[in-house]
Nanobody, 129 residues
Framework: QVQLVESGGGSVQAGGSLRLSCAAS????????MAWFRQAPGQEREGIAS????????YVDSVKGRLTISRENAGKNIVYLQMNSLKLEDTAIYYC??????????????????????WGQGTQVTVSS
């Protein structure tokens, strides 16, 4: 059973930066994908970025240039989300997700919620003016 724990959320002023972390314990699948999603109040969950076990990265257009996803492998399966130039509209609960398996194809890694079977509990990011 994979368990995901996010950390690093908090309150920041517009223009500031935060770095989120997510550690996946119990994840033994070498072939996998980890991703970040967010959900603002009253809105649907939105995929932000994904990174596969072989390092392939995908972003949604709205965050390109401001948010950067990265990960540690070597059996750790830790993913990061560096968020710079934060805007008021970045306020949301940020979730980490994981999918993997012996037959999983890393080239399929995209921040699409329907593809992921394991989710973290979320961490709140609040951006104020």
């Amino acid at each position: 059973q994979v368990q995901l724990v996010e950390s690093g959320g908090g309150s920041v002023q517009a223009g500031g930066s935060l770095r989120l972390s997510c550690a996946a314990s119990g994840a033994t699948d070498v072939r996998n994908c980890m991703a970040w999603f967010r959900q603002a109040p009253g809105q649907e969950r939105e995929g932000i970025a994904s990174i596969s076990s072989d390092g392939s990265i995908s972003y949604v257009d709205s965050v390109k240039g401001r948010l950067t996803i990265s990960r540690e492998n070597a059996g750790k399966n830790i993913v990061y989300l560096q968020m710079n130039s934060l805007k008021l509209e970045d306020t949301a609960i940020y979730y980490c997700a994981f999918v993997g398996g012996r037959l999983y194809m890393p080239r399929r890694c995209r921040p699409q919620a329907r593809d992921f079977g394991y989710w973290g509990q979320g961490t709140q990011v609040t951006v104020s003016s």
